[in-house]
């Protein structure tokens, strides 16, 4: 598949709200708070929950956020964009949910000591952000950014 071909895209130019969603109200603003907080939303918090390397991983997921954000806001190489994110994603419902899921510890990954609820009810109460955003960046990945895009304009 060629560059030209992975930017085009026939949907319609609302795909614009999705890519808004995905990239401006969540993945853009977490990856900044990921490197300005990182403390309690960095690397910090990745020690806390069992990933490894957190002063590697906590910048570099904040970082991978931050550009895979502003390409998915501005409709540029948005299916590209979209695959670290569905994988971020993936980790993070691994990570964090499948053990509120569980109700105990999964492996490296820790069941927070926060946690009043545990079972299937609580870790889809818990897991509602990262599924949409999971789902999100799917659709992305398989649609692309639509007419209101930098692909679409460059594919022609």
Excluded at 48 to 59: E, N, R, V
Aim: proline letters at 4%; glycine letters at 10%.
């Amino acid at each position: 598949m060629t560059l030209n071909e992975t930017m085009r895209t026939s949907e319609s130019g609302w795909t614009i709200l999705v890519r808004l969603l995905v990239g401006l109200i969540v993945f853009l603003p977490e990856g900044i708070q990921k490197l300005a907080y990182p403390e309690v939303l960095g690397a910090g918090r990745f020690a806390k929950i069992g990933i490894p390397f957190p002063d590697i991983m906590g910048p570099f997921v904040g970082v991978v956020e931050v550009i895979c954000g502003t390409l998915i806001i501005i409709g540029l190489l948005t299916r590209l964009a979209a695959v670290p994110l569905i994988i971020i994603m993936i980790v993070a419902l691994v990570s964090t949910k499948l053990p509120i899921l569980l109700g105990h510890d999964v492996g490296m990954f820790h069941l927070g000591a926060d946690m009043k609820r545990t079972g299937f009810w609580s870790a889809m109460h818990e897991s509602r952000a990262d599924l949409t955003m999971l789902l999100g960046s799917i659709y992305l990945l398989v649609v692309g950014a639509g007419k209101w895009s930098l692909d679409s304009r460059l594919a022609q």
